[in-house]
């Protein structure tokens, strides 16, 4: 069964850093694209980072420069390195399976980010 | 690519057809897929490929469409249908994978 699972949210100051993981069960997170989508109190959902095989990423002009997507073969892990911080960054952000180069056929939970002095 | 969901809202009751519209600013081919949302629930993706129902979806939901002009269609609308409903692209160049701002089906 396909499983994945954030971690890492929490409260941060403007400015600050934080990095949250995605675990992976069910196929190997190298063998398949992964993305982060974000959504933030009363918006639509944003895409923010995509990484491909061959760790070829893209980025959301939003967080382009600030969000760093990898992910650790050996740990079945995503990661979302996020910088520089700052209040618009408050969301829910969800980690994703892309398919089809483009698809988010599965979601975890989501995990909470507020950015908030 | 930008896309414009319409219309923002729509009112509907059990049993009635919805018809969700989604414009791309450019071309897309057919790389467009429709996700529902329910509050306080994950996405779940309902349509891909323009046209491909996701695994378990129901076959109320299709979706047509190519090029710019993409629809969803909701044939028969169940109680457990009305949420969110987000389409979304892949652009080639740059590389961006974006949703539209969403259509809320509402009773």
């Known amino acids: 069964e396909v499983n994945l699972v954030e971690s890492g949210g929490g409260l941060i100051q403007p400015g600050g850093s934080l990095r949250l993981s995605c675990a992976v069960s069910g196929f190997r997170a190298t063998n398949h694209y992964k993305a982060w989508v974000r959504q933030a109190p009363g918006k639509g959902l944003e895409w923010i980072a995509v990484?491909?095989?061959?760790?070829?990423?893209y980025y959301a002009d939003s967080v382009r420069g600030r969000f760093t997507i990898s992910r650790d073969e050996s740990e079945n892990t995503v990661y979302l390195q996020m910088n520089s911080l700052r209040g618009e960054d408050t969301a829910i952000y969800y980690c994703t399976n892309v398919y089809h180069d483009y698809v988010f056929d599965y979601w975890g939970q989501g995990t909470l980010v507020t950015v908030s002095s | 690519i930008v896309l414009t969901q319409s219309p923002a809202t729509l009112s509907l009751s059990p049993g009635d057809r919805a018809t969700l519209s989604c414009r791309a600013g450019q071309s897309v081919d057919n790389s467009l897929s429709w996700y529902q949302h329910k509050p306080g629930q994950v996405p779940r993706l309902i349509i891909f490929d323009a046209s491909r129902r996701a695994t378990g979806v129901p076959a109320r939901f299709s979706g047509r469409g190519s090029g710019t002009d993409f629809t969803l269609i909701i044939d028969g609308l169940e109680p457990e249908d009305f949420a969110v409903y987000y389409c979304h692209q892949r652009s080639n160049w740059p590389r961006a994978l974006t949703f539209g701002g969403g259509t809320k089906v509402e009773i």
């Open positions: 990484v491909y095989v061959g760790d070829i990423t």
